[in-house]
């Protein structure tokens, strides 16, 4: 028998912003449920807040911006993308392997010279 293999993963997950305070902390909860029902941890998340797409998503330009830390086997994975693309309020996600959790995120806007 195998031993199943746990991963720390970073996720990126932009979900729309014309939702509700309360309509955000369902679908977080709906991303975060699922990564604890395949198995999952959470371990930090960061709440990037409100910010202006580089380009419009689903007839959006703004999206609320979380990062989030989490261990889960590493077949979870597939699941929880499938599951994903299955989440309307959800305009993108990425997923990461990493070796550390970041406590502390600072992003630095860009200036482009034109």
């Known amino acids: 028998m ?11 997950y932009i979900l729309s912003a014309t939702l509700s ?6 679908a977080l909860d ?4 699922g990564i604890s029902q395949k198995g999952g941890e ?3 998340i960061h709440d990037q807040g409100r910010r202006k797409l580089c380009y419009e998503i689903k007839g959006k330009k703004e999206g609320h911006y979380y990062v989030i830390y989490f261990t889960t086997p590493t077949r979870s994975i597939t699941d929880l993308w499938k599951d994903y693309h299955l989440h309307e309020d959800l305009l993108r996600f990425m997923t990461v ?4 959790v970041l406590e502390n995120l600072e992003f ?7």
């Open 2 to 12: 195998t031993k199943e293999r746990n991963g720390l993963y970073e996720g990126m």
């Open 21 to 26: 305070n309360e309509s955000r902390k369902k």
């Open 30 to 33: 709906k991303i975060t449920d």
């Open 42 to 44: 959470i371990k930090k």
């Open 97 to 100: 392997k990493t070796d550390t």
């Open 108 to 114: 630095t806007p860009i200036r482009i010279q034109g």
